[in-house]
């Protein structure tokens, strides 16, 4: 089976006449059963227990008919798993444990040892596998390099990562020696992945509209690259990169086999950039989950003609469910989606 064939059977392309649907952060705080665990169990112990984090991940499948599960983990287990620990700020927002100030810093990062360390979430997903058979896709996801440098060096959330981008600048021999360790890191966990049943797998790089026009392939896509390399043959990749609609232009030379965009592109015109074999995700705003079931229906019936016919949409969210989603809404979504037919089915 091709990379292309893998990936439609992992996004529920059954050739049903509609597209895939699955909502990014499809599980949490909007869901109350997430709530009530929530309360009993911090974050980071439901990532790591891989009993509770199946039961985070099935939950919006027992509410809603979507075609995958996603795990539920979180981007920054990998700095963590080299050494470089984080916790919540409680005001909001990432505070690691310390920034990577210096040659030193990164010196003290693991290497070579994330993916063991990460084998729980191995177990979540062979767990995963089990549970949902053959019937729906499972997915699992990691952040960019470029993504978790961001977090590593300015040491958590930050305007605009300014510490990060004048590293990047500043001392290119330096972060591109950060950037093969998280590389090389983040191969060998997405290869623990596809072992553990993925059958397709999302790169987030939320922080690449940060990266200078002239510094995408540099300090982002090249690292993207390496990785999608690293694992080709092995899972099909989709890249979500959060970047102004003028310069979506600039992912067309990626080498994954999907592109996700968020709610600021027009996804038809997108198309354009990204022609067949390419899987076109996206991209309702998130904000919509947070209005009513009739504009929910409307404004996704109305994206849904614009892709007709489309065999590579993938019907979905151009940025996670936000907090204050509304079920019915969500609902409504996967309604309209499922009961949607192309004129050419």
Not at 114 to 121: C, M
Not at 303 to 328: F, T, Y
Request: hydrophobic share 40%; net charge negative; proline share 6%.
């Amino acid at each position: 089976m091709t990379s292309r064939q893998r990936l439609n059977a992992a996004l529920g392309c059954r050739n049903e006449g509609r597209p895939p649907v699955w909502i990014m952060r499809q599980a949490g705080r909007y869901l109350p059963e997430y709530r009530a665990l929530k309360q009993r169990h911090g974050f980071l112990e439901m990532v790591k227990t891989p009993e509770l984090a199946v039961e985070v991940s099935l939950q919006p499948l027992k509410r809603f008919e979507l075609d995958a599960a996603i795990v539920f983990s979180d981007i920054l287990v990998i700095p963590e798993a080299m050494g470089q620990p984080y916790h919540f700020r409680d005001k909001g927002g990432i505070q690691m444990e310390y920034a990577l100030e210096s040659e030193a810093c990164l010196d003290k990062l693991d290497s070579g040892c994330a993916a063991d360390r990460l084998s729980y979430v191995g177990d979540a997903l062979k767990l995963l596998r089990s549970e949902l058979g053959d019937s729906r896709g499972l997915l699992g996801f990691c952040g960019s390099p470029w993504t978790l440098a961001c977090y590593m060096i300015d040491g958590g959330s930050a305007p605009g990562f300014p510490k990060t981008r004048s590293l990047a600048s500043g001392n290119p021999v330096l972060f591109a020696k950060l950037m093969e360790k998280l590389t090389r890191e983040l191969a060998d966990y997405v290869r623990m992945q596809a072992a553990s049943g993925i059958d397709a797998l999302q790169v987030f790089d939320s922080w690449h509209g940060l990266c200078p026009p002239d510094k995408v392939r540099d300090w982002s896509l090249r690292w993207i690259d390496e990785v999608i390399e690293a694992v080709s043959g092995e899972v099909p990749v989709i890249l979500y990169a959060k970047t102004p609609k003028d310069r979506v232009n600039l992912l067309a030379g990626c080498k994954a086999q999907g592109i996700s965009l968020d709610h600021e592109c027009d996804l038809r015109e997108a198309r354009e950039t990204f022609p067949q074999p390419f899987a076109l995700q996206g991209n309702l705003d998130p904000a919509l989950m947070e209005t009513s079931p009739t504009q929910v229906e409307e404004t996704a019936r109305n994206l849904l003609l614009s892709m007709n016919g489309d065999p590579g949409h993938v019907l979905n969210l151009g940025h996670g469910i936000r907090p204050q989603g509304k079920i019915e809404c969500v609902q409504a979504l996967v309604e309209t989606a499922r009961s949607f037919r192309s004129e050419d089915s």
